[in-house]
Structures are given as C-alpha cells and as structure tokens.
C-alpha cells in the first residue's frame, strides 16, 4: 500500500514538474524576473518532493519501518 501511495505522489509531482516548467518558460519570455525567482523556487519543491518520494520507496524496499 505505501508504494501505491509512493507511486501515486510521482505521478502528482510529474503533473507539478510539468507546470512548474510551463511558468518558468512563461516568465523567461515575458523577462520577468519576480516570476521567474517563484518559478526556480517551485522547480525546487517539485525536486525535493521526488527526492524524498524516492528515499521512501528505498526505504520501504529495504525493509525500515520510518
């Protein structure tokens, strides 16, 4: 079940990835550089979410219980 939920979270942070991407591409046309800050900010959060959506499938492969 915890993989399920792991998997599911992947797929949510693709989706956010996706459009993390989509303003960043946004902001660099309109040379908007506020928005571009916010969209390097949430480019971070995507990548620190798979991260640790990774170490906890990791974990739960290697048979930890946190």
Known sequence: M??????VGLIGLVFGAVGAFRELKKA????DRLAMVAAVCNVAAVVTGAAMTIRGLRSAEEGDTE
Not at 2 to 7: I, L, S
Not at 28 to 31: D, L
């Open 2 to 7: 915890k993989n399920v939920r792991a998997v």
């Open 28 to 31: 660099k046309g309109k040379q």
